[in-house]
Nanobody
Framework: QVQLVESGGGLVQPGGSLRLSCAAS????????MGWYRQAPGKQRELVAA???????SYADSVKDRFTISRDNAKNTVYLQMNSLKPEDTAVYYC?????????WGQGTQVTVSS
């Protein structure tokens, strides 16, 4: 069973940066497009960014020009560089395949943006 392990979250002030990582227990990234999703309290989980196995990344309008998704297939890892963070970015962040979340969700990593 494939496990996804997200890390890198934390508490950061508005305008700050964080880099999230998602590691898979098996080599799957070379096959699937991968996405970063987030879920804020009381809201549905939403897609933040996606990166195909070979192609251009795509972003939600709310994070465009602030977030950058990348992947390292050799390390079975996908990253999310988050800059210019805003309080509305506060959420638990998850990774999974895209456009369908085919794998069991990991525990996620909490990102809190607050002064």
């Amino acid at each position: 069973q494939v496990q996804l392990v997200e890390s890198g979250g934390g508490l950061v002030q508005p305008g700050g940066s964080l880099r999230l990582s998602c590691a898979a227990s098996v080599r799957i990234f070379s096959i699937y497009a991968m996405g970063w999703y987030r879920q804020a309290p009381g809201k549905q989980r939403e897609l933040v960014a996606a990166v195909p196995s070979g192609g251009r990344p795509s972003y939600a309008d709310s994070v465009k020009d602030r977030f950058t998704i990348s992947r390292d297939n050799a390390k079975n890892t996908v990253y999310l560089q988050m800059n210019s963070l805003k309080p509305e970015d506060t959420a638990v962040y998850y990774c999974n395949t895209y456009p369908q979340a085919r794998l069991d969700w990991g525990q996620g990593t909490q990102v809190t943006v607050s002064s």
